[in-house]
T-cell receptor
């Protein structure tokens, strides 16, 4: 069965520091991978996605993620964190995104706190 | 920017009561979804809906749950007889099309508390 693991429940970084949020997935074939962000009181917003091709994908708000098949990972990175990045981040995988189902399997999320 | 809207933002109900959560998807979207997140747990897929019928549902989506698109704009999730374990944040999502470019847009969620 497909699954997504986000090993870090809560991370605190200083403003201006770099950030890496970890995501590992379990899926037999080439997965479709996503990172979503949820700010307090907001819905889930798509940061970036990977379907195929270049393993380094760029997203919104200065985020990027790298797909590493050998490690079954899709870690999210940002070189310099801003206070407004404080939110909860969810990694997700989809097996049949091309179909009408669009069923995403989410990780438990990583809460990011940013200290001044 | 078009967005998915959900009402109510928070509902408190007694166990055994019926609850209807409402969603207005983005107007030109054709595919609709409900997800839920129990506090401290993962966001979980419940059901997908297309062309006025369910296209996929998870094992969570049992006979107590139903979905409907009653009037071409709203998309509702009904829980017939709520249980304590139904307490969660429920997210509606919609999608214009399938395939790689068909991004899911999520609403802000409806928090359901069952007492």
């Amino acid at each position: 069965a497909q699954s997504v693991t986000q090993p870090d429940i809560h991370i605190t970084v200083s403003e201006g520091a770099s950030l890496e949020l970890r995501c590992n997935y379990s899926y037999g074939a080439t997965p479709y991978l996503f990172w979503y962000v949820q700010s307090p009181g907001q819905g889930l917003q798509l940061l970036l996605k990977y379907f195929s091709g270049d393993t380094l994908v760029q997203g919104i708000k200065g985020f990027e993620a790298e797909f590493k098949r050998s490690q079954s990972s899709f870690n999210l990175r940002k070189p310099s964190v801003h206070w407004s990045d404080a939110a909860e981040y969810f990694c997700a995988v989809a097996s049949n995104y091309g179909g009408s189902q669009g069923n995403l399997i989410f990780g438990k999320g990583t809460k990011l706190s940013v200290k001044p | 920017e078009p967005e998915v809207t959900q009402t109510p933002s928070h509902q408190v109900t007694q166990m055994g009561q019926e609850v209807i959560l409402r969603c207005v998807p983005i107007s030109n979207h054709l595919y609709f979804y409900w997800y839920r997140q129990i506090l401290g747990q993962k966001v979980e897929f419940l059901v997908s809906f297309y062309n006025n019928e369910i296209s996929e549902k998870s094992e969570i989506f049992d006979d107590q749950f139903s979905v409907e698109r009653p009037d071409g704009s709203n998309f509702t999730l009904k829980i017939r007889s709520t249980k304590l374990e139904d307490s969660a944040m429920y997210f509606c999502a919609s999608r214009e099309r399938t395939g790689r470019t068909g991004e899911l847009f999520f609403g802000e969620g409806s928090r359901l508390t069952v007492l």
